[in-house]
């Protein structure tokens, strides 16, 4: 086969050289698209913990400490990692950026999936060589020896930080970086390969604990009246307002290209308050900011993990670990926002520090 523009090729003679540096384009090798800058990013820190299983690692290192762990991942640094709980995710989050690079090449506006991990560099290697098995876009990495890298996350521009450490994330939290601990479910549960589905909890996760403290301080038929009362003020922000705005940014993308049905983002908010009683509050407070979710599901109570089976959401964030257990029990991918009242004097217990702890 010839090229087009070139002797012997039919009607050679009037083709431009552009048709010909083509032909040869599209034969050499794909490069993967370049990083954008973190400013202009939506930065997702994810731990290598959670990105990857490491039990089998952890294991050794509690029972034989940190020369046999680090032994262990040299032996074994052309073995890839199983896909651990953020996986499928990431790997949502990278089908969202094809999308937008086809529809906005020159924008920078993409998530930017950043690994976090306090292993020592000589582990990156086993790290890069899992990412390039399973074909990740993940080019930055942050390993920082044994240290914690949370004082890195603001460096990074971190819009939300992933870990399978409960006092890291806790950590962030504390700096004021939207974070969760992030769990495997119980079963698998498949989801979707084309649209990211991420669902939030209301109270202590996209809005502040204000409501929660009147419960836990005066009950629930205070709160109702309290709600009533305050319909039209709207509630403060929480940890995770950021991420959801951050969402709804690239929503718009998609949107003005007329493609709102299509779009491969979609939100829930998934909460047990009750829609007549305090449901106008928080769908008018998401106004306020004029921010949406695609779906309100009010639960007035119920269990959310057999409504979460249905929806398949790649993540789901709420601030109590019942509802996290509950959806786990069903296959959902869940994480737990440490944040509010529902966290006070439940604060998880200082752990001993490991390379893969994070």
């Given amino acids: ?41 939506i930065t997702i820190a994810v731990s290598s ?3 990857f299983r490491m039990e089998e690692e952890q294991k050794i290192y509690n029972e034989q400490g940190v020369e046999a762990y680090v032994k262990y991942q040299l032996d074994h640094e052309n073995e890839p990692f199983l896909p651990g709980a953020a996986f499928p995710f990431v790997k949502a989050l990278e089908a969202v950026n094809a999308q937008l690079r086809e529809l906005y090449p020159d924008s920078e506006e993409l998530f930017d999936i950043v690994l976090m991990t306090n292993n020592h560099a000589q582990v990156g290697v086993r790290l890069i060589n899992s990412i390039n098995h399973y074909d990740l876009f993940i080019e930055r990495f942050c390993m920082t020896g044994g240290n ?26 504390e700096e004021g970086i939207a974070a969760a601990t ?10 979707s390969e084309n649209q990211l589905r991420v669902a939030f909890d209301g109270d202590a996760v996209l809005f502040s604990d204000e409501s929660e403290q009147i419960v836990k301080a005066h009950g629930l038929d205070m709160f109702f009246e309290h709600e009533k009362a305050h319909e039209n003020k709207p509630l403060a ?36 308050r009750s829609a007549a009683s305090s449901g106008a509050r928080a769908l008018k407070t998401l106004r306020s900011w004029g921010l949406e979710t695609d779906e309100a599901l009010f639960l007035a109570g ?36 440490p944040y509010g009242v529902a966290q006070k004097h439940k604060r998880p217990m200082q752990e001993k520090q490991t390379p893969n702890s994070k």
């Fill in 237 to 272: 922000q929480g940890p995770l307002k950021g991420f959801l705005e951050a969402l709804g940014k690239l929503q718009k993308k998609f949107y003005s290209k007329g493609l709102r049905m299509e779009c491969p983002i979609r939100t829930y908010l998934v909460t047990a």
């Fill in 148 to 173: 914690s890298p949370i004082c890195y996350l603001k460096a990074y521009h971190t819009n939300l930080y992933l870990s399978s450490d409960a006092e890291k994330v806790s950590g962030a939290i």
């Fill in 302 to 337: 119920a269990p959310k993990g057999p409504l979460l089976k249905k929806i398949r959401p790649h993540i789901f964030f709420d601030d109590q670990m019942f509802h996290v257990e509950g959806a786990k029990e069903m296959g959902t991918i869940a994480a737990h926002v």
């Fill in 1 to 41: 086969m010839e090229p087009p523009g070139t002797a012997g090729a039919p009607g050679a003679a009037g083709r431009p050289w552009e048709e010909a540096k083509a032909f040869y384009d599209n034969l050499a090798p794909k490069k993967k698209p370049k990083s954008p800058k973190p400013e202009n990013a």
């Fill in 182 to 191: 992030i769990f495997s479910p119980s079963k698998d549960l498949e989801v």
């Fill in 49 to 51: 913990r959670a990105l």
